[in-house]
């Protein structure tokens, strides 16, 4: 079975720059979780969707994050502009419903120089 | 989020057992999950607890006290690819999940 899938795996972008991260949730999941994780501030929720619809994005750090959910096998997570202090890895993961185990990708490097 | 505290880092010996401990707020609690992440890589899901009690897996256990809103992780026959940060989560309310900031486990040899 496919876990989940996400792309690029590594990014390198200059400040300013557009960013769009993409995860394909496990088939049949139904919650879908976008985190980042630093070494300062360890793995964070931004938002996470049920049945495609947003449920909770008050981790989304400002209005330069976005994140959508068109179709419950694919999301994007969008920085515009993108800065410094934005470079980590973000991982996105996916349950069967809220509370149960989260499986996660394997994780977007971002590094914005 | 909900003061999910845990360890920050733990040293122990090949072969030995170490027991890595997490408590959490117990208002809205619905249960505790464990999370192995080697650097660079993604966490991988170890253990999911909901009633009080011990869960065994192999090598691993992870413990839960409900009333005392207290976790631990039991590691035996310590090995070295066991090296490796271990994330303690909480889910709440059926609709939130929070992470621990991790407990950095080094084995030697």
């Given at each position: 079975d496919a876990g989940v899938i996400q792309s690029p795996r590594h990014e390198v972008t200059e400040m300013g720059q557009e960013v769009t991260l993409r995860c394909k949730p496990i088939s049949g999941h139904n919650s879908l979780f976008w985190y980042r994780q630093t070494m300062m501030r360890g793995l964070e929720l931004l938002i996470y969707f049920n049945n495609n619809v947003p449920i909770d994005d008050s981790g989304m750090p400002e209005d330069r994050f976005s994140a959508k959910m068109p179709n419950a096998s694919f999301s994007t997570l969008k920085i515009?502009?993108?800065?410094?202090?934005?470079s980590a890895v973000y991982f996105c993961a996916s349950s069967f419903f809220p509370g149960n185990t989260i499986y996660f990708g394997e994780g977007s490097w971002l590094t914005v120089v | 989020g909900q003061n999910i505290d845990q360890p920050t880092e733990m040293t122990a010996t090949e072969g030995a057992i170490v027991q890595i401990n997490c408590t959490y707020q117990t208002s809205g609690f619905n249960g505790l999950f464990w999370y192995q992440q080697h650097a660079g890589e993604a966490p991988t899901f170890l253990s999911y607890n909901v009633l009080d009690g011990l869960e065994e897996k192999g090598r691993f256990s992870s413990f839960l006290s409900r009333s005392k809103g207290y976790s631990y992780l039991l590691l035996k026959e310590l090995q070295m690819k066991d090296s490796a940060s271990y994330l303690c989560a909480a889910a709440y309310n059926f609709n939130k999940f929070y992470f621990g900031s991790g407990t950095k486990l080094n084995v030697k040899p």
């Open positions: 515009q502009p993108s800065e410094p202090r934005d | -």
